[in-house]
């Protein structure tokens, strides 16, 4: 019953210190003149020390506690510069404390809070007329039209509030930063980089140590050590290089250098313009594995399995390219993904390596390897009339150089039984019929130019 009229008291309170907008002549009396129809015995009783008082509606904190319907909507601020603004945040805080902790009003001063602090943020970065392309450092940046998404900037390392903030991302590098950021950007484009120097580094974490870097980062030549002052020293596991935390967020990737000597796929820490280069090489075929590891063929089962596959591909390929059928239905699509594959059989990507060791490249050639087979051997009578005999038993079915069963003359690309041609002990029928022919064209006499 008490807490009842105590609160009954303060709401009455509460309602004398607001301004009533339908009874301003009662504002307008003089302080020690009363309103008609209060009597000095109606007066309100004095709220006991400790209460906390409320504010005035003019002020620029007003958290809506009251019941006036003609106050201001939430989020629109007398403040309108920095210094006010900071004043507010300060204030609400206060608030915030001395409110009770979980109740309601506490919640609303929090909002209040955040829409002071969002309200700050977007007079320190104005949204004003940016250009929508930007061209730094060979960086390709376009502002962003989303708001919604919440990224860090990679300069300052900061969030990105797409709501109140403007940004750009590079086309090239995917580099991310605020619009106020642009002209501190110190680092090239990685794509750059890529275009015209695409290659990997093949040896294992080459590190080289601190001293050799004067002990600043790799990067933005920040000073670094590895007791973590000034700032602490992060290595990437693909440069062997040490770098700050601002150029080093510890990323994950997959190392090249220890795929193609240790077949070894586990992500390492590599720092942010390592990591963005390795993203864009993944799919790159620059990988020559008979000459940089050779022996990796030897242990690697796998990789005998599609190095097989890709060259019965490469075999196919011409029959494809003289077919109609074919070339309407795009079979040569089928490797748009992997455009290398119908060029050679010698170059590799970091993707097609990752690939085979999880087993999908193996699966996905192995289903494009019988649908181009099927098209030359069953669906294509054009196709299947390219097919070879054997010349050495003139026996069996019609041959072709995919088959497995079947060996390929080097010189003149005719096919035969496996069991019946040797590269190098069996004579090749067609090459030898060849050669005659060229020694008697050699043989017959010239036409006689006198006559």
């Not at 376009?142 to 300069?155: A, N």
């Not at 086309?171 to 015209?196: A, D, E, M, Q, W």
């Not at 995919?402 to 004579?427: E, G, P």
């Amino acid at each position: 019953m008490w807490g009842a009229m105590e609160y009954d008291e303060k709401l009455a309170r509460f309602r004398q210190v607001h301004l009533n907008p339908f009874n301003k002549q009662q504002h307008e009396q003089g302080a020690g003149e009363e309103a008609p129809g209060i009597t000095s015995q109606a007066r309100l009783p004095e709220l006991p020390p400790g209460e906390p008082e409320f504010r005035c509606p003019e002020r620029v904190m007003d958290l809506g506690l009251s019941e006036d319907h003609f106050a201001r909507p939430v989020g629109l601020f007398l403040a309108s510069d920095v210094q006010q603004l900071r004043q507010a945040i300060q204030e609400c805080k206060q608030v915030i404390l001395d409110l009770p902790e979980h109740s309601e009003k506490q919640k609303d001063a929090v909002v209040r809070l955040i829409h002071l602090r969002l309200k700050l943020q977007e007079l320190k970065d104005p949204n004003e007329d940016e250009p929508n392309i930007r061209v730094l450092l060979e960086h390709r940046f376009y502002k962003e039209k989303s708001k919604s998404v919440k990224q860090t900037c990679d300069k300052c390392n900061t969030v990105i509030w797409g709501l109140i903030q403007t940004w750009y991302t590079c086309t090239g590098c995917y580099y991310r930063c605020h619009s106020k950021c642009l002209n501190l950007i110190s680092k090239p484009c990685v794509r750059s980089k890529v275009s015209h120097q695409a290659e990997y580094e093949l040896n294992i974490c080459p590190e080289a140590g601190l001293d050799s870097q004067d002990y600043r980062c790799a990067e933005c030549r920040a000073p670094i050590s590895l007791r973590g002052v000034p700032s602490e020293a992060r290595q990437c596991d693909y440069t062997g290089q040490y770098y700050c935390s601002h150029c080093h967020w510890n990323d994950l990737a997959v190392i090249p250098a220890r795929v193609v000597h240790n077949w070894d796929f586990e992500p390492r820490k590599v720092s942010r313009g390592s990591m963005r280069y390795l993203a864009l090489m993944m799919s790159r075929p620059v990988l020559r594995l008979r000459e940089i590891n050779p022996l990796l063929f030897n242990y690697v089962e796998e990789l005998v399995e599609i190095r097989k596959l890709r060259q019965d591909i490469l075999l196919m390929k011409p029959y494809f390219i003289t077919c109609r059928e074919a070339m309407a239905a795009r079979l040569l699509l089928q490797l748009q993904d992997r455009q290398h594959f119908v060029e050679n059989d010698e170059m590799y990507s970091v993707q097609d390596l990752l690939d085979t060791h999880t087993g999908r490249l193996g699966c996905s050639l192995a289903e494009t390897h019988t649908l181009f087979a099927k098209h030359i051997k069953l669906d294509c009578e054009r196709c299947q009339a390219k097919g070879f005999v054997c010349e050495l038993c003139r026996e069996g079915d019609v041959l072709f150089p995919f088959d497995s069963h079947t060996s390929v003359c080097a010189d003149c690309s005719a096919v035969f039984h496996r069991d019946c041609y040797y590269d190098n002990s069996t004579t090749c029928p067609r090459c030898a019929r060849l050669t005659l022919r060229k020694q008697s064209l050699f043989r017959e006499p010239g036409p006689d130019l006198d006559a």
